[in-house]
């Protein structure tokens, strides 16, 4: 009877054991599964952001910052707020009336980083003037991001020129 209980006591450790190790195993696989999707999340404010800029979508431009986000786009100058920001997008160039701009990226340039509910994220803009064919002008964006509210969103954004590389 010892021998079957002490039998009985060691499977059940054996068992137990086997289903801690098989849970960090999975948490592991569930971490990098989730790190996979916020990087995949958080490139898609690229995507929302270029297409914005080509449709002159200003509403779904916004969508993409935080209330309190701020944007700076040029020496000492800097819009805090949407309300600041949206005024600095229906200011800039590409959304005057009459200008038909395209916004293309090239995507090996673009960079994603995650670290819990924060990341950042990099990109060139090349807008291309679907009128001459020519291109236009050419930035490049840095952004930190935040997950709120289970969505990915721009908490800041330094604009800057880039050149281009052929």
Known sequence: MRKLLIGGALVALVVALS???GSSASSASEQAQQRQL?????SQIERQFHESTSTKDIEEMMSLWTDNATFTYGAGQTATGKDEIRQVWLNSPGWKPGVHWLADHPAYKLRVTVNGDRGTLHFECHFIDVDSGDVAAITAGDFDVARIGGRWL???MVGST???VI
């Open 19 to 21: 289903a801690c190790g």
């Open 38 to 42: 916020d990087v995949y999340a958080i």
């Open 154 to 156: 721009i908490t800041k």
């Open 162 to 164: 880039a050149e281009l």
